[in-house]
């Protein structure tokens, strides 16, 4: 559970994926957890999760490119929400078990 204003979870990872083959995969991925795009570049990728009971305006994932094999996953809640009830970490979870079943 996150507190903040609003709350947000960050998760830094390294694969053994390089920089393209993640990006692609990223876009399926969000596209399979049917995660809106919003915008995108060569350096991170920002997409919308829809509303939910626990989050009625939904969240905000950004998934940045660090280097050629690290990512970084942000969530954060779009209204200005103090308590996520876990949620931001659950689409951190999400996108990372997606990635993980392509890679593993």
Avoid: H
Avoid at 28 to 54: D, G, R
Avoid at 69 to 77: A, F
């Amino acid at each position: 559970m996150s507190l903040g204003f609003p709350a947000f979870s960050v998760r830094r990872v390294a694969l053994s994926v390089k920089g393209l083959e993640l990006y692609a995969a990223s876009e399926s991925i969000l596209s399979e957890l049917k995660w809106i795009v919003t915008e995108k570049n060569k350096q991170f990728i920002i997409a919308k999760v829809p509303p939910s009971f626990v989050s009625p305006l939904g969240e905000i994932i950004t998934i940045r490119f660090v280097s050629g094999k690290e990512l970084e996953i942000k969530s954060r809640c779009v209204f200005a929400q103090f308590l996520d009830w876990g949620k931001n970490e659950q689409n951190i979870d999400a996108y990372l078990k997606k990635l993980y079943e392509m890679y593993l």
